[in-house]
């Protein structure tokens, strides 16, 4: 007997009013996303205790880890796709089919990627502009993350899954626990609580691998025990190479996109490292403020995706269309009082991590610039979650690699330096940036390239069963 998803999530994303359906699907993806981010935060508060070179090395890091988690999450953008596209035309074994092929896909380029992340991670430090300050600490905080992977990608992947068939709310639990985790491992690791050694920099890399990696384990036995909707079984982790070839047709724009992105972001990052540590350790701090800030929108971009997906899938474009536009208004109401509260708490914000006079000093003024750009993030998420769950990642791709390629870092030559305006070169940059490819995207959401499904028309199990 086939594996049946069960319907009631799908089926009120399908039918139920689309405001009501956003949020409720939403609202978890949110926390958990908070909780994500949470990480970060966490190691920047304890490490902030060590002072700026702690703050900094894992800033510097960032990107580079960005970029290898980037080449394989891409992938998880068309599993979502497909997954939840199936679900909503009711193929519910070819969703079974492609949640198995995407994690063993996953599971393999993890570990490659790993490989090769941990041997080449002192030389990528290098070219990052790492002073002699930060090169040590950097790339053993850099090494354990890689070599951590696999146990990051299966709870990313977990997350993906179930977010695809309407299920937001075991992923909140489970990224929720680990967090919990973290929280507990953090300063037991950084400063060598009871028997532990004192491991600093390295401490907060492994709290934050063991905190994931066993709930990493937890997700993926959840997807093989049949309880959480999707239903992985032994024969659908042999590879079927249709199946792949569709997930990397449409995960590698999505793939190419956010590697695209991490790769600028180094090269912002060595940016920055010309105008010193202080400037490095500004940019970590109101990075992650910023990235609590838009997460609510980042997690309503991502219930975009799953509810045009299905919507799509089930052929109701007009639906899918009206979500969007639901989603649009909705993230540019609560990204203007988000941009106004961070512009008005920005110098306590940054006096929680850190109470560096200089360093304080030009988080200020990035805030003070950066919550202009709030609004015209959201819009712009959620137009790439349109076309995500559409499987038309090349738009996405576009969008993300034009702001980043076509205006931030030409942008950042230009202010920074042709202009000399340093570091205040970079945060217009930012906003200007921001305000260019929404403008861009919007346009093309506006030619409803988005509005066909990337499925194949055949009849669904329902209609099989009827005949």
């Not at 956003?22 to 508060?45: H, K, S, V």
């Not at 380029?109 to 080449?120: N, T």
């Not at 590698?252 to 956010?258: D, H, K």
């Not at 995706?305 to 979500?323: F, M, P, S, Y």
């Amino acid at each position: 007997m086939r594996g049946r998803i069960n319907p009631t999530n799908h089926e009120k994303l399908l039918s139920a009013p689309i405001g009501r359906s956003l949020i409720t699907l939403a609202a978890p993806i949110m926390l958990a996303n908070l909780f994500q981010t949470t990480y970060n935060l966490i190691d920047t508060f304890w490490l902030g205790k060590l002072g700026k070179v702690a703050v900094a090395a894992p800033a510097i890091a960032w990107p580079l880890i960005f970029l290898m988690i980037s080449l394989g999450l891409g992938f998880t953008v068309a599993g979502t796709a497909l997954v939840a596209q199936n679900t909503g035309a009711r193929r519910y074994e070819e969703a079974h089919k492609t949640a198995g092929q995407l994690l063993m896909l996953m599971m393999i380029s993890s570990i490659v990627i790993a490989a090769i992340g941990v041997v080449g991670a002192r030389p990528l430090m290098l070219l990052m502009g790492a002073g002699p300050d930060l090169i040590d600490e950097a790339t053993a905080y850099l090494q354990v993350i890689y070599g951590g992977l696999p146990a990051l990608f299966g709870i990313f992947v977990f997350t993906a899954l179930l977010n695809a068939i309407g299920d937001t709310i075991t992923p909140m639990k489970l990224i929720g626990a680990s967090v919990a985790l973290n929280l507990l491992l953090d300063p037991v690791l950084i400063f060598g609580w009871g028997p532990f050694p004192a491991w600093g920099v390295t401490g907060a890399a492994v709290a934050t691998v063991i905190s994931r990696g066993i709930f990493s384990i937890i997700g993926i036995a959840l997807l093989f025990s049949g309880k959480m909707g999707l239903h992985i079984r032994p024969h659908h982790l042999v590879l079927h190479w249709k199946t792949i070839k569709e997930i990397l047709r449409i995960g590698a724009p999505a793939s190419l996109g956010q590697s695209g992105t991490a790769i600028g972001f180094s090269i912002m990052t060595g940016i920055l490292a010309r105008f010193g540590t202080a400037v490095i350790g500004a940019f970590g701090i109101g990075n992650r403020i910023i990235s609590v800030a838009i997460m609510p929108v980042m997690g309503l971009g991502q219930a975009t995706a799953t509810i045009v997906a299905q919507n799509l899938g089930a052929d109701k474009k007009q639906r899918a269309e009206h979500c969007a536009w639901i989603a649009m208004g909705t993230s540019t109401a609560f990204l203007v009082a988000a941009g106004i509260a961070v512009y008005l708490l920005r110098t306590s914000l940054i006096r929680v991590f850190i109470t560096d006079p200089e360093v304080v000093r030009l988080g200020e003024r990035m805030f003070s610039l950066i919550a202009i750009a709030f609004p015209f993030m959201g819009i712009l998420q959620v137009i790439i979650g349109t076309y995500q769950g559409s499987g038309h990642t090349i738009y996405s791709m576009f969008f993300s690699l034009f702001r980043l390629w076509g205006l931030r870092i030409p942008l950042v030559y230009f202010l920074g330096f042709t202009l000399a305006m340093r570091a205040d070169g970079i945060w217009w940059a930012m906003v200007l940036s921001n305000l260019g490819a929404t403008l861009v995207s919007i346009g093309f959401f506006l030619t409803r390239n988005w509005k066909h499904r990337v499925i194949e028309d055949r009849p669904t199990e329902a209609g099989i069963a009827a005949k």
